[in-house]
């Protein structure tokens, strides 16, 4: 099958290597499974709402927010630099790692890690390596995302002239820059499927080196993977699926906003509301 092109590379494409191969989890945040607790979550709710005042509030107020959210609502942030170590580390443990991770480069040259947790629309963002500079963030993903995409990107997608052997890359690239022009918040994505279109090698490798690198990668792990990367030309994004085995299955580019794949949906936040009240419930009170 093909061999996926890379549209994230230097810093952030290193920090992220270890995820593009599923060997590695954000261990930034020490977090473990949410049925680790489950054996002693009643014997020990009433002392955990007595020594983690601060985790027990945090968690109730992203309960309330998630039964409240909307996937095109301001999400809300709540930190966590004045919780303990402790603290923070049960809050790892009840909000667990879910299915999406990743890195949003920003400008000064450091990374944001993403975890969403096991509830979905409940996500950890962490700026750089300092723990007093992390955060819970209730939304349909973290704002940091799409800052990202929409400050660090390119408005402009110049062409350029493709190298001798190139077949069909011009009138792609034409069609890319303006449905990117043209995309405005509220519109449908466009999805153009590089799979099934006539591109040599000579091709994606124009395509790749005229969309440029982005400041976001993340991925989605379930049957296999699903690699979110934005370019460097802002609206586009590759959306890559890949087979249990790491073959890529399915290479295309999408014009829009963060792509859906990867974004809580509404009924996502009425079930994590849901199944947050019982954790704490069961956990603290």
């Not at 290597?17 to 054996?39: H, I, P």
């Not at 087979?243 to 906003?257: A, N, P, Q, W």
Request: glycine share 10%; net charge negative; with cysteine.
């Amino acid at each position: 099958m093909k061999t996926a092109i890379p549209v994230v590379s230097g810093g952030a494409h290193r920090a992220t290597s270890d995820l593009a191969n599923g060997s590695a989890s954000l261990d930034a945040f020490n977090t473990g499974s949410t049925s680790a607790l489950a054996g002693r979550a009643w014997r020990d709710r009433d002392e955990r709402a007595r020594n983690y005042p601060n985790a027990t509030l945090l968690l109730s107020n992203a309960a309330a927010a998630v039964g409240g959210q909307r996937s095109g609502a301001r999400t809300h942030l709540y930190g966590l630099a004045n919780l303990s170590d402790s603290e923070r580390k049960l809050i790892g443990e009840v909000l667990g790692e879910g299915e999406v991770a990743g890195v949003a480069a920003l400008p000064d040259g450091s990374l944001a890690q993403i975890r969403e947790s096991v509830l979905a629309g409940i996500w950890r963002v962490r700026i750089g390596t300092d723990p007093s500079h992390e955060y819970v963030e209730v939304g349909a993903v973290p704002q940091i995302v799409r800052r990202a995409a929409t400050d660090l990107t390119s408005p402009d997608l110049v062409i350029g002239t493709p190298p001798d052997g190139a077949m069909n890359v011009k009138p792609v690239l034409a069609e890319i820059r303006e449905r990117a022009k043209s995309w405005r918040l509220g519109m449908h994505a466009h999805a153009i499927n590089l799979t099934l279109l006539p591109m040599s090698i000579i091709d994606l490798t124009f395509l790749q080196q005229s969309l440029g690198n982005g400041p976001v990668k993340l991925m989605l792990h379930g049957h296999g993977t699903c690699r979110v990367q934005a370019t460097g030309t802002r609206n586009v994004w590759s959306v890559q699926f890949f087979s249990s085995t790491d073959d890529l299955i399915l290479d295309t580019l999408e014009v829009g906003g963060v792509p859906i794949v990867v974004l809580a949906a509404d009924e996502d936040f009425q079930d994590s509301a849901e199944r947050m009240q019982e954790i704490i419930k069961a956990y603290f009170t």
